[in-house]
Nanobody
Framework: QVQLVESGGGLVQAGGSLRLSCAAS????????MGWFRQAPGNEREFVAA????????YYADSVKGRFTISRDKAKNTVDLQMNSLKPEDTAVYYC???????????????WGQGTQVTVSS
């Protein structure tokens, strides 16, 4: 069974940085896309970034392009999201997700973590 465990959320002032990490276990992820999504109260879950585990190809939502960077460490089985120049509108619960069906930005991934709260104060 795939397990995804996020860490690194917290409270930060606008303009600051946070780094989220997702520890993945349970299988080999060589054919997987790994993604980060977020959900603010009253909003639908939205795509933030994704990375192909083998290829390292990265994909970003327009709202975070140039500010966020997704990366993966094959040796540690982790996927990180470095978030810079944070804005109050980035406040949300952030989820790590995995899928082996080639999905990039649709929130129909197969496996999800429990989420970590990110709060950006103005």
């Amino acid at each position: 069974q795939v397990q995804l465990v996020e860490s690194g959320g917290g409270l930060v002032q606008a303009g600051g940085s946070l780094r989220l990490s997702c520890a993945a276990s349970g299988r080999t992820f060589s054919r997987y896309n790994m993604g980060w999504f977020r959900q603010a109260p009253g909003n639908e879950r939205e795509f933030v970034a994704a990375i192909g585990w083998n290829t390292g190809n990265t994909y970003y939502a327009d709202s975070v392009k140039g500010r966020f960077t997704i990366s993966r460490d094959k040796a540690k089985n982790t996927v990180d999201l470095q978030m810079n120049s944070l804005k109050p509108e980035d406040t949300a619960v952030y989820y790590c997700a995995a899928n082996s069906r080639g999905i990039i930005s649709r929130p129909s991934y197969d496996f999800w973590g429990q989420g970590t709260q990110v709060t950006v104060s103005s």
